[in-house]
């Protein structure tokens, strides 16, 4: 298996919330990244984050690790959520705020 890969399982199993994203929360580099971002902030949980564009490995092997094609991507607890328009849909009905809150609270037991 490539490093890259082990790279990207370390990354999701040390962090409970976890955005892949283009750019950085303070800066998002695209449209999706920023509505997940502005989503995730909303919950008032910290978060985790690793810019794809910084990471062009990462970039090339996360869809097919996840079978998920696109950015942004929130990982929960070692769970692939999904991308920004389930991230927004989620954070309209609450659903967000619910899982982010019982990730960060079950991080700090």
Known sequence: MSNTIETIKDQISSNDILLYMKGNPRAPQCGFSSQ????????????AFVNIL?????????????NWPT?????????????CDIIVE????????TLIKEAADS???
């Open 90 to 97: 989620m954070a309209n009905n609450g659903e967000l705020q």
């Open 54 to 66: 910084d990471n062009p490995d990462i970039r090339a092997e996360l869809p097919k690790y996840a």
């Open 107 to 109: 991080s700090e037991d």
């Open 36 to 47: 997940a971002v502005q989503a995730l902030m909303s919950c008032g949980e910290r978060f």
């Open 71 to 83: 950015f942004p991507q929130l990982w929960v607890k070692g769970e692939l959520v999904g991308g």
